[in-house]
């Protein structure tokens, strides 16, 4: 099985910063892409940006020029940073992971039980 542990969320004011980690354990053999979804109230789980392991990144729109996406692939830990937040940026934040098991497994997705993220004055 496969766990992902995701911290940092919080309570920050706009403008603000925050940084969220999601690490994955148990059995893994490679995790080809990790990412980030977050759903606020009374919308649907949208993409915020997702990353490969040769390192190409895709993001939201709503969220290029001021989140920032990264992982450590020797530690199976994906990172998001995320500056000039916006109160629409309010939402629970899923951490996402294709996950392969073993060379003979196809990927299957795992999420993390998500963290969240409130932008206020």
């Known amino acids: 099985q496969v766990q992902l542990v995701e911290s940092g969320g919080g309570l920050v004011q706009p403008g603000g910063s925050l940084r969220l980690s999601c690490a994955a354990s148990?059995?893994?053999?490679?995790?080809?892409?990790m990412g980030w979804y977050r759903q606020a109230p009374g919308k649907q789980r949208e993409l915020v940006a997702v990353?490969?392991?040769?390192?190409?990144?895709n993001y939201a729109d709503s969220v290029k020029g001021r989140f920032t996406i990264s992982r450590d692939n020797a530690k199976n830990t994906v990172y998001l940073q995320m500056n000039s937040l916006k109160t629409e940026d309010t939402a629970v934040y899923y951490c996402?992971?294709?996950?392969?098991?073993?060379?003979?497994?196809?990927?299957?997705?795992?999420w993390g039980q998500g963290t969240q993220v409130t932008v206020s004055s």
């Open positions: 996402n992971a294709e996950v392969r098991r073993s060379r003979w497994n196809m990927a299957e997705d795992y």
């Open positions: 148990g059995t893994i053999f490679t995790i080809p892409a």
């Open positions: 990353t490969t392991t040769s390192g190409s990144t």
